[in-house]
């Protein structure tokens, strides 16, 4: 078993910490902005000077491969973002870069012998937070996502800049020749920070990733009269938002009656036309439903469609807005993942993830699986994510041993 | 009893509704908008015509006066304005601008004989729609309202435009001694759509109305936990959209055991960070109560700082944003409409006012009193406006009636 260097992490955290720095903790850092550039050309710099080969793609995703020792061999790729949302933390995303890094920068330190070519690999705009939809670069290169539709995404901050133009401009942009795809690559491992509190919670340091969870996106709505707050009688009123506070917690109700391992979220509301004198005429909601088995899925959205058609004389209605089915991971990567942990004598569970991932586009081209490292309080996407440099290290530990079987193996 | 003209009204209507026509049955009419000048040029143009004084004072209200018989009498006033919501109807304001001209135009062209001047004005920026705060000439005028700070006041569509700058450049700009105040005027009459259902549903056209109800308007708001919304299993949870559902559910059920003339509205609601994939950390919304009753509204108070602490997980908290005591109307001018509508033998009823008006400031100035027109399906601030010409012109006879009697008797 090799074992990863935790000095060397802990500078890489520091120094990738700094790249977008908000100044209270954590990092603003859009994909292709000047600070994700610095985080790309920081991780360029260390990759080469340990004799990693550089190559971008059309998408500006990185690959840095060092060689192995049987140039017929396809490559094994470790890959993540440094990209953030708005506001985010040091680990998300990041954390699978800098992983992949120490698992190269330690095998080249330590000469470990190995068959395969080894990549590690930085994915552009995961988050989508500034160019929506997220996990973009992956959802083209695996012919998910319609690369012209992508670049004609627009900035939020400013509509009249479009994704395809922050590309254009990047020096990372490359040749669609050097694409990640199944005829040059063999299977590709990430590890991300867990983010939520399952591992902290039984006290395991490493999640053993099996699937993505599937899930479905309704938008529910209802709809009232707007009239004039102070003037309308009590009894005249269609209030779209009394109604919509009716059938969220009736929603709630209903889906506590199914599994306890489903999570269903009810994050956006938007309220029409949201004036304190005027009594809503519109509400729509967003609910947000994730299981690995798909009749419980198929449960969830029975309860959705058993809206009462009329609730506080406000009509209802539902809407799909988007799916997915469960993604599970390869299971001889998820085999080799358990056996290194175990090896390693570090704490681990088997979970599944709730949060998409580039590793769940990349799974329909080939082999894929990922890691998770404990999060503190299960926070994410904001400035308190926290994961111990010991607990970062194992991770890359485990993704480093991982990698190694795969390599004898195969 | 003297009867105005619903021709001369229809045409009223229909010039009026032409100035920031939205092209769907309504209007926007911003204050000091190139439409609103329109409108204020019309009303100057039909008044001069027939022989009235125009003045305008440091806010641009307009000031439109025929003389009368004594000159040591002090003028009666008839004031509402032309600026409207984004989207409004064809009535609210403008109604009763239409109203005091068509009774100036009904005394001229029937030479009714009158002791005092009798003027017809408009407010600037009634609505506050474009530059808040609504009423903000009357708060002005009235001394509610520093003039400094509303001058200050920025655009909703344009941080960078002041309200100050839009009235530096109104030809309607003019001096400050031309103010309404208690020294040259006697008393003010408004005229207005009911905004709500009560007239209709009771088959009245016309509401003498006494009072603008005492109000209370809180931010009600729960704090929870932002987390993943695919990794965060329920029972680690503290969701504030939850919490807030409750909170509102709960005031709904508490308020409704008070008295059934109390109107309450949660109109406004916001939602942090509001994303479909986040479990929202920060909710608040908004609790409007109104009644005539003191006693009511302190019960009102009584019930939101029952709010339980912590809801579902989740620490709630309130706060008080404004509030306004139950504005009554000079009794003896409710007393003289009253006697001018029965008079002319159109169905009415007494009502209070829910929404604020103008006349609300002006009452702690001078007496003061209003008139409402049936609203039909009680709607406002809407495209959907609507009163009849005969109910228009229903409105003008009562105000001119009302007037003569005030004219006669002091």
Known sequence: ??????????????????????????????????EAHQARDEFVRRLKAIGAVVETDDMANVYATIPGTDPTQKRIVMASHVDSVKNGGNYDGILGVMSAMEVLETIQAEKIPHRHPITAMIWTNEEGSLYPPAM????????????????????ILDPSKTFGEALEKSPYKGAAENRLSAEKYCAMFETHIEQGPILEAEGKDIGVVTCVLGMVNYRIRTY???????????????????AAAQVLLYLHEELDKLDPELVYTTGEIKCHPCVHTVIPDEVDFSIDARHENPDVIRQVVEIIKSIPAEVAKCKTGFELAWKRDTVYF?????????????????????????????????????????IFVQSKDGHSHCEEEFSSVAQCTAGASVMLNAVLKLDADS
């Open 136 to 155: 973009m670069s992956s959802g083209v290169v695996t012919g998910k996502f319609d690369k012209e539709a992508v670049l004609s995404s627009k900035s």
């Open 224 to 242: 009232g009269q707007a009239d004039h707050a102070g003037t309308t009688p009590m009894q005249y009123r269609r209030d779209a938002l009394y």
């Open 1 to 34: 078993m090799y074992i990863c260097d935790e000095k060397r992490m802990a500078d890489k955290i520091n120094t990738f910490s700094q790249f977008g720095d908000a100044g209270h903790g954590g990092i603003t850092r859009y994909s292709l902005s000047p």
């Open 330 to 370: 390869d299971k001889k990567l998820v085999g080799y993942v358990k056996d290194s942990v175990d090896e390693l004598g570090i704490s681990n569970r088997f979970i599944n993830s709730g949060a998409g991932h580039d590793a769940q586009f990349v799974s329909y081209m080939m082999p894929t699986t990922m």
